[in-house]
């Protein structure tokens, strides 16, 4: 049986950077107003628990790296830091974090709360990540913990502070888990990373701190007809269903209530959308695999390559592509989808990475000598394990220490 085992060791075999978990707490009920064809097809149905197989995989594995989905609407914040901390202990500080605010009125259901504005979520979002970082960054110093067995001290109480904040979310209390690692220094798609990267000088960043990815699903061959053939047995398989109702649900728009064949217009979904801004972008899409916007193309497409690119061919054509996505639309990145376990991974490491490495496209393969670099350091580069200087919560330490002075007159724990 091919195992996440087996999938965790393939990939860092193969030099990729991470893998990534998603995660959704509700099945995808805007497509006919209704979750039975998700359910019937399996369209994100059933799934577990992401979190889950993260230290079984890093257990079998030096260099890849694990994010996984959580949001922040569910869950406390407080809860949420100690078990990322206990992963990044695990996984010698390999695992990240793909944040998410949930959308999903389905989600909002299953947990028992009710579904904000758009918005208010984010509001929200921005301080449940100050609570965060106030607990990871501000509650222990970077010699707080000790480990000297002679004279019986494992931590330096005097080090370690409560914190205090009281908002949408509450917190007071010392963080209970020390920071991985235990110490250390604190020395369209171009127009819209454009944007970003424009934001983060805004903002007083470097914009190359801000790392973007593109999605993207790639059925590779090792020649054309191979790459062809393998696209045309996907289609056998291809549940038109499956892909409106995830389509739907990520657009907010029930395409159910077009025909198949009606090619879609702007003015056809304006009046519903409800949940992405991106939406429109979306539906301004078209290229070879959708000549045109139609429910039955968007279907299929989505069924087999989810919401991303679905390019079919050659490594060296392949390579051409994330040339292209690297030089003109200024991506740092991919995050590669599949269309069969572990078959399409196990096509991305045979074909893929040599042609890429070949091209300096890629990193050569970290050799076994050399310590495992933690995830951030793979993204940053070597020694950066920590947040970097332009991080907006890098400064934070001493704005923790302000903020408990004025609100607490003890750091009794």
Known sequence: MFTVGHLAKLLDKGGFVGLFLADTFGPYDTYKGSAEPSVRI?????????????S????????????????????????????????????KGRFGWNIVTSWKESASKAVGLPLVEHDTHYSNADEYLWVLYKLWEGSWSDTALVEDAKKGIYCDYSQIRAIHHHGKFHVDAPFLTDPFPPTYSRAVPGRHISAIREGAIGAGRDP?????????????????????????????????????????????????????????????????????????????????DVPKLTARNLGTVTAIGGNGAMPVGTAAQFADVFQEWVDIAD???????????????????????????????????????????????QIYGLGQKGLRSDHPYDTYEDTVAKEDAAKATTAEL
């Open 42 to 54: 399996g369209a994100q149905w059933p799934l577990a628990d992401p979190i889950i197989p993260v």
């Open 56 to 91: 079984a995989m890093a257990a079998v594995t030096k260099n890849l790296g694990f994010a996984t989905t959580t949001s922040t609407s569910y869950e406390q914040a407080y809860v949420v830091a100690k078990r990322f901390s206990t992963l990044d202990h695990l996984t």
């Open 208 to 288: 190359y701190s801000v790392k973007i990815f593109a999605m993207i699903t790639p059925i590779i061959g090792k020649d054309e007809e191979d790459a062809k053939r393998k696209y045309e047995e996907a289609l056998k398989y291809v549940l038109i269903e499956g892909g409106l109702a995830q389509f739907s649900a990520t657009t907010g728009i029930d395409v159910s209530q077009f025909d198949l064949d009606h090619e879609l217009t702007e003015e056809d979904v304006a009046s519903h959308l409800q949940r992405t801004h991106s939406s429109l972008y979306n539906l301004r899409y078209q290229g070879d």
């Open 331 to 377: 991506v740092d990145g991919f995050n590669i989808g599949y269309v069969v376990t572990p078959g399409s991974f196990k096509d991305a490491v045979e074909y893929l990475v040599p042609e890429l490495r070949s091209r300096g496209l890629l990193p050569e393969a970290i050799p076994e000598d050399e310590p495992a670099p933690t995830f951030r350091e």
